[in-house]
């Protein structure tokens, strides 16, 4: 048969294998199934491509057409995801696993587009916080806007998850608005050449948004600058290879990593045998030794349980262990398919023989195990091995081995500071699991352990129904971690884009920072509209738009009537000595929800228009006491509007009442719903 020939898009074309290109096997059978890489790929054109071409692209949308470009892509995606499922199986992979990769991708993509339409603006600029206010009278101002970087993201990714690898960085990339160079893992790269050619074809993104190399990546570390970033994923010994490079070093170049880490799981006290949680702890121990083979980056590598427990779990994770059909990927039956390759099969071989230096094998044993529906002698099967070590406190190796495979190491803990040291002697990790129904014992070991670990998953019965497992990294949080785990902060919603972004203190007048941030800010130029705000249509409304309206006096009347018709009968506003006594007040008061009211029928355009619905209020606060006799104004400013659908967007609306001496009395922003157009 021949091989398959895995091409690169570089530059706007794709590049056939050629000199330097390696072999890549079949994981099931160990047949070399397809070849990738050439030494003449032109990485200084692909780099110069994605900076002339893809970034200008890029950057000339606005974050909510860059997220709607990352939901058709998950759509183009979605529609031919079982080819990718087809590629996957040769990876070693069962459909459980294509799903925790492919449907993972995708569902990455998706809440970034989500995100991307609902928590960034339809801007070029992201805003990063408040105006600090920098001068006396006002008329100096900063805020921090981030703007993309202008070179090309460069993602180095790992073999283990070929589709998730790359869109869990290109999301939060082309959000930003930076084109990506992407290199998979030679050992999985047809899986992701196939989604690239999906999405690519698809013919949703600006040419030199994406590229791709199959195979090597040259020198093109070398040829990077300070506008490019370095997005890798992989073995902590690869990343100090590339991080530590002259040229990286030399020119600051952007280097998020994250690597292998020793991730653990703990037993709580209070989890014993017979309990809903022992249960759980078992089933989510087992799911992580052997999903993907046990070549995950989150997988559990050591398991944390009261001295007490420990044989009972030791002896539950192997009746589960027991049970796993280990085979042919693509038989219904099997739960555990094959290692990446034969290459990675001896790897995990040989730390398994580091551990067992100082823990006793007690569940598995690679020379004498069942392979179902396919040939154990070359394909990279292995079963899974559970180790247990008697004396973690004198051990150094079973916290710091990472054996990528199915391969877990148990140990028992007097108290629960000693599973925190224990914890914590991985150096480092992304994710730490702790099984309780106890708050004050989820309370010491996230404060004994949180610095070390970039995610601590607590479960329990009263979240297991719906919890996502310990091994899943969300987009909506940050996956990464200290120390070994790389240092690095993936994902997490938006807190990901800023990886591909800078952040720049920008300084000067109010009009200055309106017309940078696109968002009115105090003491910027109020604009006088043709007509009332609330008759004219989104588009028709300007950034800093203004209306004044006339005084309303609020009278003692106005205060009972309130009081009597609400209910509110606060002695604030309704007994004068009493309220006198109070440190805040002058004597009686009105309401400050009477004055929202009065605010609203001063400002409010009665008629149908294009004001759809009020949604809310941020940002209330009521500065100074209104009494009977006072007479309340107030300015409406158009400070921000947001699309949230083809038919409507929102407006904040910035909103001061001020007395009749002119002093703000209260102030707040004002959502409201405006259609595009009148009905
Ligand atoms: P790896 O051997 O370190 O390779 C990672 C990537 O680096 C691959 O794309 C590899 O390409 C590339 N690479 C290696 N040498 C390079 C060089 N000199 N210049 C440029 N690129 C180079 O890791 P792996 O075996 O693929 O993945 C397994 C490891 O990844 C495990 O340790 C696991 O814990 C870790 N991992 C971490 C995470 C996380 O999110 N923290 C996720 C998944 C995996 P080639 O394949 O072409 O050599």
Redesign the pocket.
């Given at each position: 048969m021949s091989l398959l020939q895995i091409e690169s898009f570089a530059a706007g074309r794709w590049v056939k294998p050629g000199d330097g290109a390696?072999p890549i096997e079949n994981a099931v059978t160990g047949a070399p199934m397809a070849m990738?890489?050439n030494d003449a790929l032109d990485v200084e054109a692909m780099l110069a491509h994605a900076r002339a071409v893809g970034g200008p692209a890029l950057r000339a949308l606005t974050f909510h057409d860059r997220a709607r470009m990352l939901k058709a892509l998950a759509q183009a995606l979605d529609a031919r995801k079982q080819v990718l499922y087809d590629l996957s199986y040769a990876t070693g992979a069962t459909l459980a696993d294509h799903k925790i990769d492919v449907d993972g991708g995708i569902g990455t993509l998706f809440v970034y587009a989500s995100k991307g339409r609902r928590e960034m603006p339809d801007a070029q600029v992201y805003i990063d916080g408040e105006v600090e206010q920098l001068s006396r009278r006002g008329t100096f101002l900063g805020r921090h806007i981030c703007t993309p970087l202008q070179g090309a993201a460069v993602h180095?990714?790992?073999?283990?998850?070929p589709v998730w690898?790359m869109l869990e960085k290109l999301a939060p990339t082309l959000l930003a608005g930076m084109p990506a160079i992407v290199?998979?893992?030679?050992?999985t790269?047809y899986v992701t050449e196939a989604a690239v050619r999906i999405m690519l074809e698809a013919e949703i993104l600006p040419e030199g948004a994406l590229q791709l190399v199959t195979?090597?990546?040259g020198d093109?570390?070398d040829c990077l600058d300070c506008q490019d970033v370095v997005g890798?994923?992989?073995?902590?010994?690869?990343?100090l290879?590339?991080r530590s490079a002259p040229h990286i070093l030399r020119n600051s170049i952007r280097f998020v990593?994250?690597?292998?880490?020793l991730n653990a799981s703990i037993l709580g006290p209070d989890a014993a045998p017979g309990t809903p949680e022992f249960d759980l702890f078992v089933k989510e121990v087992h799911r992580e030794m052997t999903t993907k083979a046990g070549?995950?980056?989150?997988?559990i590598r050591r398991i944390l349980a009261p001295q007490a427990h420990v044989e009972a779990v030791i002896d539950a994770i192997g009746v589960r262990l027991a049970a796993t059909v280990i085979g042919d990927p693509k038989a219904e039956t099997t739960r555990m398919g094959a290692l990446?390759s034969g290459a990675?099969k001896r790897?995990v071989l040989e730390k398994a023989a580091i551990l067992e230096q100082e823990a006793e094998r007690v569940y598995g044993d690679p020379e004498a195990f069942e392979v179902t529906g396919a040939d154990a002698a070359t394909g990279a099967f292995l079963p899974p091995m559970l180790f247990h070590c008697v004396d973690p406190d004198g051990a150094s190796r079973i916290h710091d081995t990472?054996a990528?495979g199915p391969v877990s190491t148990v140990m028992g803990y007097r108290d629960l500071d000693h599973a925190i040291a224990l914890v914590n002697r991985g150096q480092g990790s992304?994710v730490t699991s702790l099984i309780t129904r106890d708050g004050a014992v989820a309370r010491q070991v996230a404060l004994g352990a949180g610095a070390y670990h970039g995610r601590i998953y607590i479960n329990n019965r009263d979240s297991m129904g719906e919890s996502t497992g310990h091994g899943s990294?969300l987009p909506h949080m940050v996956?990464?971690?200290p120390g070994r785990?790389?240092g690095?902060e993936?994902l997490g919603g938006v807190r990901g884009v800023m990886h591909y972004m800078q952040r720049t203190a920008v300084q000067g007048s109010p009009d200055i920072l309106t017309a940078i941030g696109g968002e009115w800010v105090p003491g910027a130029a109020e604009i006088a509209g043709p007509a009332h705000p609330f008759t004219r249509t989104y588009h028709e409304l300007a950034i800093g738009e203004t209306i004044h309206t006339g005084p309303r006096t609020v009278t003692l009347e106005d205060i009972e009537h309130f009081a009597a018709f609400t209910g509110d009968t606060f002695y604030a506003h309704m007994d004068d000595a009493a309220a006198r006594r109070n440190p805040f007040f002058p004597g009686r008061v009105a309401h400050g929800y009477l004055l929202l009211s009065f605010a609203a029928g001063l400002f409010v355009e009665p008629n149908e228009g294009p004001v759809l619905a009020n949604t809310g209020l941020d940002g209330l606060r009521f500065l100074k006491p209104v009494e009977a006799g006072d007479a309340i104004k107030v300015r409406l400013v158009v400070q921000k509007k947001t699309p949230r659908n083809e038919a409507y967007g929102e407006v904040r609306w910035q909103v001061t009442l001020t007395n009749q001496e002119g002093e703000a009395v209260a102030e707040y922003q004002l959502l409201t719903m405006n259609a595009f157009a009148r009905a």
């Open positions: 390696r990738a890489g180095i990714n790992a073999f283990n998850f690898g290199k998979p893992a030679t050992a790269c195979g090597g990546l093109m570390l890798f994923t992989g073995s902590a010994a690869t990343a290879k590339l990593a994250e690597q292998d880490s070549q995950k980056c989150t997988a990446v990675q790897d990472e990528f992304l990294p996956h990464g971690g785990a790389g690095g993936e």
